[in-house]
Structure formats: C-alpha cells, structure tokens
C-alpha cells in the first residue's frame, strides 16, 4: 500500500507539473498576428472618364466676331446684331457678305497700316448656307483634352426680305466651328471687295482717300 500510494503521488506530482508548464507556455506564448486590412489603391481619374472644366469655347464669344466690327462703312452692309446658328428657313437669301476687323494685307509703309475692316460679297453663297446649315454637334468637355483660346466664330451676314442678319459657324463638340463650315468660310471669303477701310496709324489723313465703295 505504501509503494501504491507513492506512485500515485509521483503521478499527480507529474501531472501538475505538466499542468503548470502548460500553464505556463499558456501565459507566455505571443498572441497570434492581427490581420492587417488590404487597402486596394485608388483609380486616378483619366482624360477618357473625366470633363475638363474650361476646354470648351465660351458660349458669349460665339454671336459675335472676335474683333468687333466698328466703322460704319462696314456695319452698313454687315449690321452687329447678335449671331445665330442657320436654320435653313431663309427661303430667299438676296446677297451674303463676310465681313472682318481683323484684315491684313500688304502696305505701302508710310500712310496704310492696318489692320483693315472690310466688307466681301460672296460671289456664290450655295455651298457655304449648306456648310452653315449643319446641326451643332452635342457639347462635351469630354472630347476636349485642353483649353484652347476663343475662336472667331465666323460670322456671315445673310440679308433677306431687305434687312442683313447675322449667322455664326456650326459648332463642334468643344464650341468651335466645324472643319467643313470653315473651309467654305475661308474658299467665300474671297469674293467681292465692297469696303476696306484702314484702322491703323496713318502718316498724312487728307492724302489718304476714302475707301471707294464697289
């Protein structure tokens, strides 16, 4: 009985002592490592899926020329009222002129130097009313990768039923006139001088004369 009851005293002596190491390795064993958050990086906004706040042409510098119109040998055949998109429904169009304030053209380097105003007549106004009739194609910044400065909005002057009223260029995505609108512009724009008149420094007035009319 006595050898019995030492061996069950070595065995419950055993046994607390693997319950204390346990205890033990309990207590001091590092916790476990905390997940840390996977942060996805966040998409920059591109060209393609953002506007660009500013490329389009400002909606005021299109009924109007960019350099005003100012003397009356020019606003009479090329009136400054306010400019609008051509619509087709001028059903008998008597005459079109361009008109500019902008001319330049080659002096005599002592009493002409520009720039000019000037009134043209266009000689056959058929394929510039079609160019002028397109529709203005929906406006979006999105198409627009960088400002650009205002454009001329290439205004023509159409009279009919006996009064001259302004039409301004077809417009692109971006505000400004389209490719074929202006190419008639520019192939019109050379017709029939009606009135030039110099705006610059002139050396001597009274041995300049006054532009004749046509």
Known sequence: M????????????????V??????VGVLAPPPPTAKPIVQPTAQP??????????????SSLHSPLVPITEPAVLRYC???????????????????????DGHHQTDGVYTFGPWQSAVQVLDPAALLRAYSAPDAPQSTRAC??????????????????????????IDVCGYPQTGAAQN??????????????????GDPSSLPYPAEH
């Open 19 to 24: 319950a204390l190491v346990s205890g033990c």
């Open 145 to 170: 990768t960088a400002k650009v400065p205002p454009t001329d909005p290439l205004i023509i002057w159409v009279w009919h039923a006996g009064s001259g009223h302004a039409y301004r260029a077809p």
């Open 2 to 17: 006595r050898a019995v009851a030492r061996l069950v005293a070595l065995l419950l002596t055993g046994a607390v002592a």
């Open 46 to 59: 591109t060209h393609a899926d953002t506007d660009l706040p500013g490329a389009l042409q400002p909606a």
């Open 185 to 202: 512009y520019a192939v019109a724009s050379d017709g029939l001088d009606i009135v030039q008149v110099d705006v610059g420094s002139i």
């Open 79 to 101: 009136p400054n009222t306010s400019a609008q998109h051509f619509d087709q429904l001028v059903l008998a169009v008597e005459i079109v002129y361009i008109c500019r304030a």
